[in-house]
């Protein structure tokens, strides 16, 4: 079946830095991904809709100059929080959708982003 | 915007059916209704979908009323590893539609 990486699980970092996250369709082409944020006992929102060849939607309150997305080939999408601080410390999950006529979202397993 | 509300906690025995229900009362004509589980700190897993009839898959049934305005998710014989918050989702399935997550039920398998 269809399978999603994310790199890293787990990452720690200082405030200040930026960090990358790497979403990855392992055996499928994915000409659409979706990023998400989940914080402790709270559901998945979305944060954006990357589309590979173009630049990424962003759902409203999400600050597309701090998190930077790009989805340069039909296999990789990378979220880069750009100035991390501690209240982007959260659970981010990235998700794609194979090509056409795929109904169904597959997941990746994560990514722990720790701001210190 | 999450179009789906959902109990936000159920009990279950281990060995019975589970049944999730999930109300979509304003899902459109075009729209699927997905349903997704999440165990504690790892990503989503598909579960089941369907659009207009029930649908029936090796994890579970998906029951969707004739109005399409609710459904049901039925794990046939709940194991522990079922513990899990489990969201339904209505979207058009199509790419680049957007998957909005509600809240969720949280189902605990007691043993």
């Known amino acids: 079946g269809a399978v999603v990486s994310q790199h890293p699980s787990r990452v720690i970092c200082k405030s200040g830095t930026s960090v990358k996250i790497e979403c990855r369709s392992l055996d499928f082409q994915a000409t659409t991904m979706f990023w998400y944020r ?36 039909l ?41 210190l | 915007d999450a179009k ?16 999730l229900p999930c109300n979509h009362s304003t899902i459109s004509g075009n729209e699927y209704v997905y349903w997704y589980r999440q165990i504690h700190s790892q ?19 998906l029951i969707i009323t004739e109005d399409r305005k609710s459904s049901t998710l039925i794990l046939p014989h709940a194991t522990l590893r079922d513990t899990a918050v489990y969201y339904c989702i209505v979207s058009p399935g199509l790419n680049g539609n957007q998957f909005y997550f509600g809240t969720g039920t949280s189902l605990t398998v007691i043993p």
Not at chain 1, 77 to 105: K, M, Q, W
């Open chain 2, 4 to 19: 789906t509300t959902q109990p936000t906690s159920m009990d279950c025995a281990e060995g019975r059916a589970a049944n």
């Open chain 1, 75 to 115: 296999t990789l999408s990378t979220l880069t929080v750009t100035s991390a601080h501690p209240e982007d410390s959260s659970f981010y999950i990235c998700s794609a959708r194979g090509t056409a006529g795929a109904n169904v979202l597959t997941f990746g397993a994560g990514s722990r982003l720790t701001v």
């Open chain 2, 43 to 61: 990503g989503p897993q598909y579960i089941i979908h369907g659009l207009k009839n029930n649908e029936t898959n090796e994890m579970a049934s």
């Open chain 1, 38 to 73: 989940q914080f402790p006992k709270q559901s998945l929102m979305l944060m954006a809709t990357s589309n590979e060849g173009s630049k990424a939607t962003y759902e409203q309150g999400v600050e597309k100059d701090k998190f930077l997305i790009n989805h340069a080939s």
